[in-house]
């Protein structure tokens, strides 16, 4: 069935360092590529998207790149900040049709030390 | 935050209760969403509302009856709940234009069974 598998489960950074979270889909057909940032005791956010016709997209300090070929894609997150401490989901859709149903990734706890 | 909105936002219940979990978006959408959130698991997708027709449920137990009346209320009727059911429960909404669907979600309601 349809799956998204998330790496790593947990990553701590220094301030100021990059962070790069990746994950591989299996559905060839996905087209729409989420990423969403929980904070603790938050509803999960959406922070940035991509979808199939393009490879990159950024935002400021947050990018995320996709391969479609190998099926995954990576979001990446420079000048770290201790506000970025949260949990990440990535997720996958095929983003058709009325219902866009999202599977998720396991979810990333980032931690961003001073 | 006013999008998406949930009640109750904590719920505590002993397994012969009967409760319901509400949800309210005023973003226009028509498709809605209830998702389960476990400690150290991905967010489970339990049903998806399009034009307030059912139109997934993913293998979920009958002691969740989720009901939308119209495309801006959903519920979640709970009943005969066990332990494990013990989890953050989100909502989400989007709008179903098939080409690819931001979800925004709810705060969630934190549920405990006893």
């Known amino acids: 069935g349809e799956n998204v598998e998330q790496h790593p489960s947990t990553l701590s950074v220094q301030e100021g360092d990059s962070a790069v979270i990746k994950c591989t889909y299996s559905d060839s057909a996905s087209n729409y590529f989420p990423w969403y940032k929980q904070e603790l005791g938050k509803r999960p956010q959406l922070i940035i998207d991509?979808?199939?016709?393009?490879g990159e997209k950024k935002d400021q300090r947050i990018a995320v790149t996709l391969n479609k070929t190998a099926k995954h894609f990576s979001l990446h997150i420079t000048e770290t900040q201790p506000e970025d401490s949260a949990v990440y989901f990535c997720?996958?859709?095929?983003?058709?049709?009325?219902?866009?149903?999202?599977?998720f990734g396991q979810g990333t706890t980032l931690q961003v030390k001073p | 935050e006013t999008g998406v909105t949930q009640t109750p936002r904590h719920l505590v219940m002993g397994m012969t209760n009967k409760k319901s979990l509400k949800c309210e978006q005023h973003l226009g959408h028509n498709a809605m969403y209830w998702y389960k959130q476990s400690a150290k698991k991905p967010l489970e997708l339990m049903f998806v509302y399009s034009l307030e027709e059912r139109v997934e449920n993913n293998s979920v137990p009958s002691r969740f009856s989720p009901e939308c009346p119209n495309s801006s209320h959903l519920f979640l009727h709970l009943h005969t709940l066990q332990p494990e059911d013990s989890a953050l429960y989100l909502c989400?909404?989007?709008?179903?234009?098939?080409?690819?669907?931001?979800?925004?979600f709810g705060p969630g309601t934190r549920l405990l069974v006893l």
């Open positions: 989400a909404s989007s709008n179903g234009q098939g080409n690819g669907e931001t979800q925004y």
């Open positions: 997720a996958a859709s095929r983003g058709s049709g009325n219902t866009g149903k999202l599977i």
């Open positions: 991509i979808r199939s016709n393009v």
